[in-house]
């Protein structure tokens, strides 16, 4: 079965710091999202990472996927009272199939 | 265009009752994914379907759970009894074809059995 561990699972800060989540597997990704879910709604896609090293950034987002394409973060800078809600990585462990494993999540809270 | 319909969006009732969840996904999405989400267990997918056809129902808890999915646009999961501890936010997403497509999600159904 594969799993994906994220940590924190929590996380409380003051606007301004930045904070970096993780997601790791002992399996190896096809492809991996990060999604952000807002109370009342469903997950909403930031990214995809598809290529070991890969490093894409979203205004004060960077994600990184791993070399091995088995762990993936997420950076966030300078966070603000807007960035708080639930972050969920999931991966793709078979290319074609459209199937994601979600992780736990982090629930992220900025404090003004 | 639209996203993700899911109806109801809450649901309360006895333990015992049928419940019936409805999706409809965005136009043109081959996949339709129904997923539980409880603070415990996080998200987790139940079943999904490839042009209407169940794929996967590995995630699916137990009997008392079924899903279908009629035409394109149309999906129910009906648990039939239901017992207090399926109490969860269902939520259903659809997705074009390939892995790397996002996922699209509808609002959840917050289902509270009593």
């Known amino acids: 079965t594969q799993l994906l561990e994220q940590s924190p699972q929590f996380l409380s800060i003051q606007e301004g710091e930045n904070l970096t989540v993780y997601c790791n597997s002992s399996s190896v990704f096809s492809s991996l999202q990060w999604y952000r879910q807002e109370p009342g709604e469903g997950p909403v896609l930031l990214v995809t990472?598809?290529?070991?090293?890969e490093v894409k950034k979203l205004k004060r987002l960077t994600f990184q996927f791993g070399d091995a394409r088995k762990d993936s973060s997420l950076h966030i800078t300078a966070a603000q009272p807007g960035d708080t809600g639930l972050y969920l990585c999931?991966?793709?462990?078979?290319?074609?199939?459209?199937?994601?494993?979600f992780g736990q999540g982090t629930t992220l809270q900025v404090k003004p | 265009d639209a996203g993700v319909i899911q109806s109801p969006r809450h649901e309360v009732t006895e333990m015992g009752q049928e419940v019936t969840l409805r999706c409809k996904p965005i136009?043109?999405?081959?996949?339709l994914f129904w997923y539980r989400q409880t603070m415990m267990r996080g998200l987790e997918l139940l079943i999904y379907?490839?042009?209407?056809?169940?794929?996967?129902d590995s995630g699916m808890p137990e009997d008392r759970f079924s899903a279908k999915m009629p035409n394109a646009s149309f999906s129910t999961l009906k648990i039939q009894p239901s017992e207090p501890r399926d109490s969860a936010v269902y939520f259903c997403?659809?997705?074009?074809?390939?892995?790397?497509?996002?996922?699209?999600f509808g609002d959840g159904t917050r289902l509270s059995i009593l």
């Open positions: 136009s043109g999405h081959d996949y």
């Open positions: 990472v598809v290529t070991g090293g």
């Open positions: 379907f490839n042009n209407n056809v169940p794929i996967d």
């Open positions: 999931a991966g793709s462990f078979i290319s074609n199939t459209g199937k994601l494993i």
């Open positions: 997403a659809s997705s074009r074809a390939s892995s790397n497509q996002p996922q699209h």
